[in-house]
């Protein structure tokens, strides 16, 4: 039978493994606690235990297996697969996790950061699909991004590319994590949203005071999707507020790379038409317009699994390409 | 002996032609009147007799020359060559200008949009060369941009990307050409630099007034750039307002983009320490620090010609591509 390839999801919490074939079916997945606390080596035999069961679970064996692709938090050197200093990984500093792998694995192991792979897995197997080119805006406590160009995820010569969270849309604006100021991410993210109902709390008149103890403090992203949704206006001002913003970044990027496909991925994405209405409006009266009408703007093809199938996509990829 | 290569950079009021050879030396160039008003008819058989005539002068015949590149303004279809309409060259509407000129000349023709043939210009010949990826700004009335990652030109599905004066850098903010508001060409161009002088004219005390009998609409941006250079405060604080917002626009291009440099071409490009220092310092401070520290931010390389050559150097690009 044909090979498979192994895509694993790292993160702070969950570690999330699926095992794909070459034409793209998903023959198994699953995930387990990271167990973080525990440090790199222990993580890394756990990854490693649950991939070898995985394998097991679908009647195969590691001989079946072209390669294995990890998606792992950020910064990190991509090539060498050596993970610096991730925030939510406590005790990870420039750890070989390429290299760390391959020797429990015995398969070629590849190391990506999550957004780009999440990127990938929607290009690969998801909303962005047969397309010439795609950009992804995930959208969580941040915002992430990833670009698709060639057929290839654009990494930049360090392998920092696609801040598309760091794109500049307001000169002294609100002061973001990075320490500049005026950010996308600072608007357009669950934070930016917390951030612009924050800014008109106290004179608003909303169901959201009640909520959660007039605290703004209490608010979530979600506390404000369903008010807005209620019909509550001012929840209703705020999330449209942060769509505009989300508009924003996406019509600089139709505007910069005139991509088939703009991709939200992300908890928010799944805020239907309350927000793609105003994504799309935004981008049409704020790009040109041969680019605005070409460009689809959707939600993510593969939900939660983008970075797990991802992880799979990105190291075929690059196996096939360094097998060239 | 080895073939050579004809760039043209079509522009409204002049052409300019060179013949290049594949190892990129300049063989011969010159330059004549566009002759605009006459249209496109007798401004391509001018095009392709001046063309002609300079290969005649190197001692060469048609049959040395691989391919032929035009720049010419856009909106055009890069693909099959037809210019659609623009604006500096009158009585044009879809003109088949690759058909057109292959008929005159014999030899594939190939037609790109005036910034990205610039930007491929600095790549192929100017200060791009060698380099993993570029970024372009060709800082003039407008913003032009231009874009080569993996080698390539990034043009986008449409051939339309690259609108980096379209990047949206403040919600609400100056009316742009394009019909949005905000963009970064509305702060960070001559045209910008201007509007910044006209809006801080009335309480201010600046050599400028004499200069243009109190009437800010004779100003120009090189009597802002040299009363600058001469200590004019007000001047002064014009001028680097607008490094500035191009620093805040080449810091969202770092972290979109990662680019190994970014090169500033067009008039003001030549503007030395003022310019440079105020964008690399904007940049360092509101780019990531990786990407930031990498990103090298230079004048161009070909000061007017990275048009013309790279056109000759698209062509030579898309010649061997369509060979392969």
């Known amino acids: 039978m044909s090979k498979v390839v192994i895509g694993v999801d790292l993160g702070g919490t969950n570690i999330k493994a699926a095992v794909v074939s070459e034409d793209k079916k998903i023959i198994v997945q699953g995930d387990c606690p990271t167990g973080a606390a525990a440090g790199p080596g222990p ?3 756990l990854m490693a235990g649950f991939v070898k069961d995985l394998i097991a679970s679908a009647g195969l064996t590691m001989a079946d297996v072209l390669a294995a692709g990890f998606g792992a938090p950020g910064p990190m050197n991509w090539r060498s697969g050596v993970v610096f200093s991730p925030p939510n990984l406590p005790g990870w500093k420039d750890v070989p996790l390429a290299d760390e792998m391959k020797a429990r694995l015995g398969v070629p192991c590849y190391v990506d950061n999550d957004a780009n792979v999440a990127c990938y897995g929607e290009y690969w197997m998801g909303a962005g699909q047969g397309a010439e080119s795609i950009v992804v805006f995930t959208l969580g406590t941040g915002l992430g991004g990833g670009i698709v160009v060639f057929g290839e995820l654009l990494r930049g010569i360090d392998g920092t590319a696609a801040e598309l969270g760091h794109l500049k849309v307001q000169k002294d604006g609100r002061l973001c994590g990075c320490g500049s100021k005026g950010c996308l991410e600072t608007y357009a993210s669950v934070t930016g949203m917390l951030r ?35 019909g509550d206006a001012f929840a209703r001002d705020v999330f ?20 088939e496909r703009i991709i939200l991925c992300g ?3 799944k805020s239907g038409d309350l927000l793609y209405e105003t994504v799309r409006k935004t981008v049409k009266e704020n790009a040109f317009e041969v680019p605005a009408a070409r460009c689809q703007i959707l939600p993510a093809g593969l939900g939660n699994d983008s970075g797990v199938l991802g992880s799979a996509g990105c190291a075929l990829a690059r196996h096939h390409a360094a097998s060239c």
């Open 43 to 45: 993580v890394m035999d």
């Open 240 to 259: 449209t507020e942060t769509a505009v913003w989300i508009g924003l970044g996406a019509a600089s990027m139709v505007n910069a790379l005139n991509p």
């Open 196 to 230: 612009t109902a924050k800014e008109g709390w106290d004179g608003a008149d909303t169901s959201l005071k009640a909520l959660c103890d007039n605290d703004p403090g209490k608010l979530t992203g979600k506390m404000i999707y369903e008010a807005a949704m209620s």
């Open 267 to 269: 908890g928010m994405s």
